[in-house]
């Protein structure tokens, strides 16, 4: 399915309340984007500005390998603050997709969120289910997946990827890419609620990720993950 069209399944019904019961299915992985595929630059308002992380292809490929959905799910309110256009997200995707391929991996789809609901541009102006840590990009994800929210995991840099992996039932991983580091040395002590996992970098997250289905399902993966905050 094209870039466009999973950006039209989050967006077309944002205020619309979907449940996906915990046992729906297989379990999967839910990628945040910049700061946790890519470099985190704010807004990505050029493609030239795009730089995927050298070991996010080895990280999707061993998650593709272990027959794992993997879904970005990212927030791009510079739409609708007038910053870049979806065309450009688009592009950024379709870069993203391109380059990862080249090294046998795969994102088995892109969601996203150009809303806002102080952005300047009517059409976007919205308090809407998709904006993280609202769930319904994950929702969206595990309908069409078929997945198990409770079996499945949020990969990201910064304490709102976790409050998503918490409000919708998600085992946790904080990367220390991006934002995360500097989250988790600053802010970790005020947060309610801690990840379940902290990694270097996706490729670690993916590597905890196989560790522990195997330890949790002798099918999948090898050792038991125990928190590490």
Request: aromatic share 8%; net charge neutral.
């Amino acid at each position: 399915m094209s870039t466009r069209l999973q950006r039209e399944i989050v967006a077309r019904n944002p205020r619309r309340k979907s449940a996906v019961p915990a046992t729906a299915g297989v379990p999967g992985v839910f990628l945040d984007r910049d700061g946790t595929l890519n470099e985190e630059v704010g807004y990505m308002n050029h493609l030239t500005r795009l730089q995927v992380y050298p070991w996010s292809g080895e990280a999707v490929r061993k998650l593709n390998d272990a027959g794992l959905p993997v879904v970005a799910v990212t927030n791009q309110s510079g739409i609708a603050r007038g910053y870049f256009t979806e065309e450009l997200l688009h592009q950024v995707h379709e870069e993203i997709t391109r380059q990862l391929a080249a090294q046998g991996a795969r994102i088995d789809a892109f969601y996203y969120c150009p809303h806002h609901p102080e952005g300047p541009l009517p059409a976007y102006r919205l308090a809407c289910r998709c904006r993280k840590p609202a769930t319904g990009m994950v929702e969206e994800g595990a309908r069409r997946f078929h997945l198990d929210l409770a079996r499945s995991y949020l990969v990201g840099d910064s304490f709102r990827d976790m409050q998503l992996g918490f409000n919708a039932g998600l085992r946790t991983i904080l990367v220390m890419t991006g934002y995360g580091r500097g989250e988790l040395e600053y802010h970790a002590r005020q947060w309610p609620r801690k990840p379940e996992r902290v990694a270097e970098n996706l490729l670690e997250a993916a590597t905890l990720i196989l560790e522990d289905l195997q330890a949790r399902s002798p099918l999948v993966g090898a050792t038991s993950a125990e928190p590490n905050l």
